[in-house]
């Protein structure tokens, strides 16, 4: 049986401005999701691997523009679209 644990990719993504240089500069290096403009990836390679589970939120992230939806509740997102895949 596989864990949810292991089938979640992690990533990076805040809704509050970037304040400090550093994290400025990070993430503006992110490659940024051509559809919502929301979720952002280290590399081409990452990007491609998520697009299996950002594909299911990714048309809602883009409809509800400028809202973006909160860390929790997309990680609510990606739990329920995985347990799905896993039954």
């Given at each position: 049986?596989?864990?949810?644990?292991?089938?979640?990719?992690?990533?990076?993504?805040?809704?509050?401005?970037?304040?400090?240089?550093?994290k400025n500069?990070?993430?503006r290096s992110?490659?940024?999701?051509?559809?919502?403009?929301y979720v952002?990836?280290?590399s081409k390679t990452c990007q491609r691997g998520d697009w299996r589970f950002h594909k299911g939120e990714c048309g809602g992230i883009a409809r509800a523009q400028p809202h973006s939806p909160t860390p929790l509740?997309?990680?609510?997102v990606r739990c329920l679209l995985v347990d799905a895949e896993v039954r």
């Open positions: 049986m596989r864990f949810l644990s292991e089938r979640i990719p992690v990533q990076f993504s805040t809704n509050k401005p970037q304040t400090s240089t550093l500069i990070f993430f992110l490659l940024k999701c051509g559809r919502c403009k952002r990836y280290c509740a997309r990680l609510v």
